[in-house]
């Protein structure tokens, strides 16, 4: 019995799953054993209008496909293709030697050609791990899977030319991934915004290091603004953690048609409104949420106290561990979930209580109220809290150019180089990452800092937390000045970003 070799998508990992189908004498039937009952009935729809769309017979006999291992959950509709070949195969319709060295995944619709699916860069790359020799995808997903070293990519559009090329009578020509890699564009340039040196000098930190930011002021002065910016300051992608990005925004069905791998750091920004699923993923077919599509990148919560306590409350886990995990009966899923938290809001309901302009309509309890809705431990999060006044006139009217985005990158990368190296051989990218026990090896501040730190602690009342993040920040600042000892003004610089804790 030929066995076509399709794939399993589970959490951001694939695993082979192997379509036999026996056509048998007995009464017309079609069963399909080893999917989900959601999604057979569809799927046998599909299959039985694609293949007689294409121009073959379904058999009138008892059809029976089975997609093993039975224990491994499969979802979704990319296995209408190795199904529909199968069933070919089975029918003696399709040489089937080459079938053992391929994995095939793809939709069909209902008139043979090919759909794309979720997850194809993950299939491939367990296809070149495991040592197939080719991958059969639809063509919308070619330029995802072509990023696989070592892995033959057949971009098919049909049923047909999927046939076709399996008998030898018209090959698929290979897909070459795309190697020009498309120039970073950024909407915002740090240009474009006038003064606001403190924050912006608050964001660099931030980009350098990937410490959480809180931007606190009046509506108008520039928060969302500033926040959108950041991608344009942050390092380019390394190839491994592209390969991380892509795949989790492939398994989430969130990466465009056609596109490769993933060249800019992700920014999202999901509305207040969100729900705890969409935020930090789940569901019953777990998919990554937000915070995992935001790996590597930035999740921006714009107008912070707007969102649910609730929902809120979720993202300690993913901040703490860096990954969500997400428990099933049958396994449990992780996604990882590292990124910098960047987060903007107004100081009171009517937004003025910081403004020296105009006066705060709030009453002292509805501005309590408004604080409370987020929760002590996650604004503990927060490395850096950053005041975004009102401009003066003068900066908003005057013409000179601000520093650009790509001058204040090239100090980030520096700043992220220090890091690389100090981090050489562990699991960490970033001085945020830096866990507890290890501060006192690499952040260890010079006796002047540590005075300045003493004095700041009796004075300041900082929690536990708050001292590891002062400390953090410090050494990311020394990192910005190209200094190994962390001195008094960095730790002066790192505790001006958290004066607003008291
Ligand atoms: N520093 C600045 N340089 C240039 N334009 C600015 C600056 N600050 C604000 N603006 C202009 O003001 C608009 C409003 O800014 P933005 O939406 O970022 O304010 P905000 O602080 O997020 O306000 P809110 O608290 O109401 O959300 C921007 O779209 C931009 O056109
Ligand atoms: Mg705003
Ligand atoms: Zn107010």
């Known amino acids: 019995m030929p066995h076509v070799i399709s794939a399993a998508i589970i959490g951001i990992s694939a695993e082979p799953i192997t379509v036999e189908t026996d056509v048998s004498q007995g009464m017309g039937c079609f069963n399909v054993v080893g999917l989900p009952d959601t999604g057979v009935k569809e799927a046998r729809e599909r299959i039985k209008s694609a293949i007689r769309n294409s121009n073959f017979e379904f058999p009138r006999h008892r059809v029976i496909v089975n997609l093993a291992p039975a224990d491994i959950r499969k979802q979704g509709p990319m296995y209408d293709v190795p199904i529909a070949v199968s069933l070919l195969a089975a029918r003696g319709f399709v040489r089937a030697d080459i079938l053992t060295t391929t994995v095939m995944i793809g939709e069909l619709a209902l008139d043979g050609s090919l759909r794309p699916v979720n997850g194809v860069l993950t299939a491939a790359l367990m296809a070149a791990k495991r040592g197939y020799k080719a991958i ?24 047909r030319q999927i046939v076709s090329h399996l008998d030898g009578i018209e090959n698929i020509v290979p897909t070459i991934t795309d190697e020009t890699i498309a120039e970073r564009t950024f909407p915002i340039d740090f240009c474009d915004i006038k003064g606001q040196m403190h924050a912006k000098r608050g964001l660099e930190i931030a980009a350098a290091g990937a410490h959480n930011v809180l931007l606190k002021g009046p509506p108008g002065t520039g928060k969302t603004l500033l926040a959108r ?8 992608l390394t190839r491994e953690e592209s390969l991380e990005a892509t795949s989790i925004a492939s398994v989430a069905g969130v990466l465009s048609r056609g596109e490769g791998l993933i060249n800019v750091r992700p920014f999202r920004s999901p509305h207040h409104s969100c729900s705890a699923v969409s935020l930090v993923g789940g ?52 996604f990882p979930s590292r990124f910098l938290l960047l987060a903007a809001m ?45 401009l003066d006139t003068a900066t908003l009217v005057s013409d000179i150019p601000a520093e650009a985005s790509s001058e204040i990158r090239a100090r980030v990368e520096t700043a992220r180089r220090l890091q690389s190296d100090r981090f050489a051989g562990t699991a960490l990218f970033t001085n945020s ?11 260890r501040a010079d006796e002047g800092g540590k005075k300045l730190l003493e004095q700041a602690l009796n004075a300041q009342a900082l929690s536990p937390r708050g001292y590891g993040r002062v400390l953090k920040v410090a050494r990311t600042i020394a990192d910005l000045a190209g ?4 001195r008094d003004v960095h730790i002066a610089e790192a505790l001006q970003y958290r004066l607003s804790e008291k």
């Open 136 to 159: 059969v995808v639809p063509a919308d997903n070619a330029q995802e899977a072509a990023v696989v070293p070592n892995l033959v990519v057949l971009a098919a559009a049909s049923l």
């Open 229 to 236: 910016a950041i991608p344009s300051i942050l390092p380019p």
């Open 283 to 334: 569901g019953a077919w777990p998919r990554p949420g937000e915070v995992s599509l935001a790996h590597r990148g930035v999740l921006f919560l714009d107008e912070l106290p707007e969102f649910s306590r609730h929902v809120l409350e979720h993202l300690r886990q993913p901040l703490e561990d860096g990954e969500v995990t997400v428990s099933r009966a049958a396994a449990t899923l992780r």
């Open 346 to 390: 107004n100081p009171c309901p009517c937004g003025f209580a910081t403004d020296p302009r105009r006066p705060c309509v709030c009453s002292a309890k509805s501005i309590s109220l408004y604080r409370k809705r987020i929760s002590g431990p996650l604004l503990d999060r927060f490395d850096l809290v950053i005041e975004v006044p009102n």
């Open 433 to 443: 990452e830096i866990p507890t026990s290890r501060i006192k090896d690499w952040c």
């Open 483 to 486: 200094e190994e000892a962390i």
